[in-house]
């Protein structure tokens, strides 16, 4: 596919056919200007099998906001739409349809209200919220869903990470096996997330980052086959980068080979005024190799160089790693390896290992009519997937110690007194619920904020850091038992009495609908 064609794709037709049929459907029933509310939540945490999370970062609006934006309607997609037919040969989408979406941009007339990127969310609140003309607001569904939920889901895969690491550089990795130009999203979404570095070059200098990486096995594997020999390799690298030499030493033997050969060139850029930067193990047991590579460095007077560890590592691989280093070394020597560690997580970070997406959602909450808000709601089977309905805030609560320790959704209207109590409602399950006294909360925060308005931000761009500080500054107010990497706590998110009365008031009614 020609760049054109592909730029042809990702415009405004980067969406799902009934997006579109319903918006020839709101137009011809008049509905197109009827201002609508749709939220975006996800219905449950990643759970990678043996571990799973207990939090989600969210990432990718902004990136959202720049497809809004950048689409439109132009000549070529309308040409495409009306040319498409219908079973019996007559025009899918009629000729005043078609000029109408052409005229303007397709989304001036949304209000996006949102948590920031970078905070931490949970299940079942609306992390975004769409405000506007149906028509618009049904348009914009898949490329939502899409930017969201792929970048959310890595930049919580990359917290997950970083919290495994205990401190520890995080390089991501993972261009190679990315899905395809998704790549640039997952690199972004894990460097919110808790990645230190990537070596996607590209996403580093969009985002002012030193690219970062080693060498190839193939350059060793070169020098080998012209009778040069690994020594030879390494050498020449120390040649090529003599201040930024970190070597590869798993081509042929770690132990007998590589680390041996890593430290004649070491002690050879010494002898220059240089000091190299440390080794790469990339197969193996590395927690093993880890401890004998470090001892035969400190043993040659390279105490302070870094190990870089990768092959295939997220989080539970760390953490298991860095347990068994504990267990082999004495309580100094594994505290002081564990300092000198930098991980490399490539694969199974941009791939989210273990799970694969994230179940975001984008559902009707609530329709204008006559001057006011006429709740929607959606009844399932299974109450987990019964949507919440109406205008809403989020606010979250601190308990006494200044950790958060429930997300309550309220009615737009109303005003959540700390001061007198709150009772903390279950979204699905009307027996469960929790009486939090004003002695046990010391502070709320509302955090949906108006982010898109008349066809822009409300506030430019924030930078790489502030997303990362509002993610360190989240995880520093969240429980640790919320935090663990195996069976975590349930972070609760709940409803007050009037936002839980008004969703049984809507499924009682629906069901007596249902009878007649």
Same mark, same amino acid.
Not at 102 to 107: K, M, R, T
């Given at each position: 596919m020609r760049g054109e064609q592909r730029r042809l794709a990702e415009d405004i037709l980067f969406?799902?056919?009934? *997006?579109?049929?319903?918006?020839?459907?709101? =137009?011809?029933?008049?509905? +197109?200007?009827?201002?609508?509310?749709?939220?975006? &939540?996800?219905?449950s945490y990643p759970d990678y099998g043996e571990h799973q999370a207990g939090y989600c970062v969210f990432a990718g609006l902004e990136w959202l906001y720049d497809w809004m934006d950048e689409c439109s309607f132009g000549p070529d997609a309308?040409?495409?739409?009306?040319?498409?037919?219908?079973?019996?040969?007559?025009?899918?989408?009629?000729?005043?349809?078609?000029?109408?979406?052409?005229?303007?941009?397709?989304?001036?007339?949304?209000?996006?209200e949102a948590i920031e990127e970078g905070r931490i969310v949970h299940p079942n609140e609306p992390v975004v919220a769409v405000r506007g003309p149906l028509l618009q607001a049904q348009l914009l569904e898949t490329s939502l869903l899409n930017h969201l939920n792929y970048q959310t889901l890595v930049a919580t895969k990359a917290s997950r990470v970083r919290e495994s690491a205990r401190g520890g550089p995080v390089? @991501?990795?993972?261009?190679?096996?990315?899905?395809?130009?998704?790549?640039?999203?997952?690199?972004?979404?894990?460097?919110?997330?808790?990645?230190?570095?990537?070596?996607?070059?590209?996403?580093?200098?969009?985002?002012?980052?030193?690219?970062?990486?080693? =060498?190839? =096995?193939?350059?060793?594997? +070169?020098?080998?086959?012209?009778?040069? *020999?690994?020594?030879?390799?390494?050498?020449?690298? +120390?040649?090529?980068?003599?201040?930024?030499?970190?070597?590869?030493?798993?081509?042929?033997?770690?132990? &007998?080979?590589?680390?041996?050969?890593?430290?004649?060139?070491?002690? *050879?850029?010494?002898?220059?005024? =240089?000091?190299?930067?440390g080794i790469r193990l990339d197969s193996g047991d590395l927690a093993y190799l880890s401890l004998?590579?470090?001892?035969?460095?400190? @043993?040659?007077?390279?105490?302070?160089?870094?190990?870089?560890?990768? #092959?295939?590592?997220? @989080?539970?691989?760390?953490?298991?790693?860095?347990?068994?280093? *504990?267990?082999?070394? #004495?309580?100094?020597?594994? &505290?002081?390896?564990?300092?000198?560690?930098?991980?490399?997580?490539?694969?199974?970070?941009i791939n989210s290992a273990g799970a694969a997406y994230l179940d975001g959602v984008y559902k009707l909450v609530a329709i204008e009519d006559g001057g006011r808000w006429v709740p929607a709601i959606k009844v399932s089977d299974n109450p987990e997937k019964t949507t919440i309905p109406g205008h809403k805030q989020v606010w979250r609560v601190y308990d006494r110690r200044g950790r958060a320790t429930a997300d309550l959704m309220a009615m737009r209207d109303e005003h959540p007194d700390a001061g007198q109590g709150i009772t903390l409602h279950h979204p699905s399950e009307y027996q469960v619920r929790r009486v939090l006294s004003p002695e046990d909360i010391s502070g709320m925060e509302p955090l949906l904020k108006t982010a898109y308005e008349g066809g822009k931000r409300s506030n430019p761009e924030a930078p790489l850091q502030e997303l990362r500080d509002r993610r360190q500054a989240d995880l520093a107010r969240l429980d640790p038992g919320v935090r663990r990497l195996v069976n975590p706590h349930r972070y609760h998110v709940s409803l007050t009495a009037g936002l839980w009365g008004l969703k049984q008031e809507l499924i009682e009614r629906a069901r007596a609908e249902q009878r007649r």
């Open positions: 969406c799902d056919m009934y *997006e579109l049929t319903m918006a020839q459907l709101y =137009h011809d029933a008049g509905l +197109a200007d009827r201002t609508a509310l749709f939220e975006f &939540s996800f219905r309308i040409a495409y739409l009306g040319s498409l037919q219908g079973r019996k040969g007559r025009p899918l989408f009629d000729a005043g349809f078609l000029e109408r979406i052409a005229a303007g941009s397709p989304f001036d007339g949304l209000t996006l390089l @991501e990795f993972g261009l190679r096996r990315a899905p395809d130009r998704g790549g640039s999203a997952g690199t972004r979404a894990a460097l919110i997330g808790g990645a230190d570095f990537t070596s996607y070059v590209g996403m580093s200098r969009v985002l002012d980052l030193e690219p970062k990486g080693t =060498h190839a =096995h193939s350059m060793v594997q +070169a020098f080998m086959a012209l009778g040069m *020999e690994e020594l030879g390799a390494f050498r020449a690298y +120390a040649d090529a980068f003599p201040d930024d030499c970190l070597l590869l030493v798993d081509t042929i033997d770690t132990l &007998s080979s590589g680390v041996p050969n890593a430290i004649e060139v070491f002690g *050879e850029l010494r002898s220059r005024g =240089h000091e190299p930067i004998q590579a470090a001892e035969m460095l400190d @043993e040659a007077g390279f105490p302070d160089t870094t190990i870089v560890l990768s #092959n295939q590592l997220e @989080e539970l691989a760390i953490w298991q790693i860095l347990a068994q280093i *504990e267990r082999e070394a #004495n309580p100094g020597e594994a &505290s002081r390896l564990i300092r000198r560690l930098s991980f490399g997580v490539g694969s199974r970070l």
